[in-house]
């Protein structure tokens, strides 16, 4: 099984600053890398697939890069609607989720 | 326009059984994939089992031998069928789908089901 490992697990960051979550699989997953974006009661949203392509719809301050093990997801300005908890998802191999990321505004 | 619906949620005892639903528009569930994936309150999201456009099925450990998924083509419905259920499976379960060669990027809004005598 592929295990998801991400960090940090909370971070608290002023509007317009730069936010950079990292997540990392136990296996090479090439570029079978999601990741999305979860308001309480929501269910998740798709922001950016295949380690580095934006959802259609989704804001352009979004951002992701990585392959193989080590992935990067970037939110460029930070604003208060982003306030929510990422998460990344591998699907090289059936699905794995990481444990999440929350992001509250300082 | 796709949607996904899920329903079947509700209360058990542990050691009885609830069959989830995911109702499907928009799209042919039998030529993509459907994931069940579940929150427990406060949690974070698990994935528990899938089944793909040609058949295979595949689930999550924690789930492995007492969860059963199947898919009606006829009705364009995936179901979850729960046996054996345990307290730790209290959750919000939701169904989303991808096509074969993408992302889970449609998601229900999810059916809870708590477990507790």
């Known amino acids: 099984d592929i295990q998801m490992t991400q960090s940090p697990s909370s971070l608290s960051a002023s509007v317009g600053d730069r936010v950079t979550i990292t997540c990392q699989a136990s296996?090479?997953?090439?570029?079978?890398l999601n990741w999305y974006q979860q308001k309480p009661g929501k269910a998740p949203k798709l922001l950016i697939y295949?380690?580095?392509n934006l959802e259609v719809g989704a804001p352009s301050r979004f951002s992701g890069s990585g392959s193989g093990t080590d992935f990067t997801f970037t939110i460029s300005s930070l604003q208060p609607e982003d306030i929510a908890t990422y998460y990344c998802q591998q699907y090289q191999n059936v699905f794995t989720f990481g444990p999440g990321t929350k992001v509250d505004i300082k | 326009e796709v949607h996904l619906v899920e329903s079947g949620g509700g209360l058990a005892q542990p050691g009885g059984s609830l069959r989830l639903s995911c109702a499907a528009s928009?799209?042919?569930?039998?030529?993509?994939?459907i994931n069940w994936v579940r929150q427990a309150p406060g949690k974070g999201l698990e994935w528990v089992s899938v089944i793909y456009s040609g058949g295979s099925i595949y689930y999550a450990d924690s789930v492995k031998g007492r969860f059963t998924i199947s898919r009606d083509n006829s009705k364009n419905t995936v179901y979850l069928q729960m046996n054996s259920l345990r307290e730790e499976d209290s959750a919000l379960y939701y169904c989303?789908?991808?096509?074969?060669?993408?992302?889970?990027?449609?998601w229900g809004q999810g059916t809870l089901v708590i477990v507790s005598s």
């Open positions: 989303a789908s991808g096509p074969s060669d993408g992302p889970p990027r449609y």
């Open positions: 295949d380690a580095s």
């Open positions: 928009g799209f042919i569930v039998s030529k993509n994939y």
């Open positions: 296996q090479d997953i090439y570029k079978y």
